[in-house]
């Protein structure tokens, strides 16, 4: 599927490699604006989706109700795991996205889990 464009807040499905080095498509929450997209040609950070809660300590887990659409199993922002992508490497867009409301609670997770500091 031919992707041209992803937006903040919006879940994709991206190439992830794994510690192991293998790829495995996963789930992921775009995290960056309109203006890197655009300024960097298709380039976004996102951060990685999973069904595991493997470290409870940098995951966090998704509520149906911070989504447009819910989601078919129960999943985890992985928090400390933050990679950056082209709009050319998404697999496939889901048409679904993290309500406003609830996504800065996620960004500050992400932060929190990445350099130990709380945004206000």
């Known amino acids: 599927m031919a992707v041209s464009k992803v937006s903040q807040r919006e879940i994709v499905e991206v190439p992830y490699q794994l510690p192991d080095g293998t790829i495995k498509p996963h ?3 775009v995290l960056s604006t309109d203006k890197l997209l655009y300024a960097e040609d298709g380039m976004f950070y996102a951060v990685l989706i999973s ?4 470290n409870s300590e940098f995951t966090m887990e998704i509520r149906n109700e911070w989504l447009n659409k ?3 199993k129960q999943s985890f922002f992985v928090t400390h795991i933050v990679t950056y992508y082209r709009t050319d490497e998404v697999i496939q867009s889901f048409n ?3 309500k406003k409301e609830f996504f800065d609670a996620i960004m500050n997770k992400v932060i929190l ?3 130990d500091i709380e945004i206000q």
């Open 51 to 54: 069904s595991k809660n493997i």
């Open 70 to 72: 819910p989601l078919s």
């Open 113 to 115: 889990s990445m350099f």
């Open 96 to 98: 679904n996205f993290v």
């Open 27 to 29: 789930m992921a929450l």
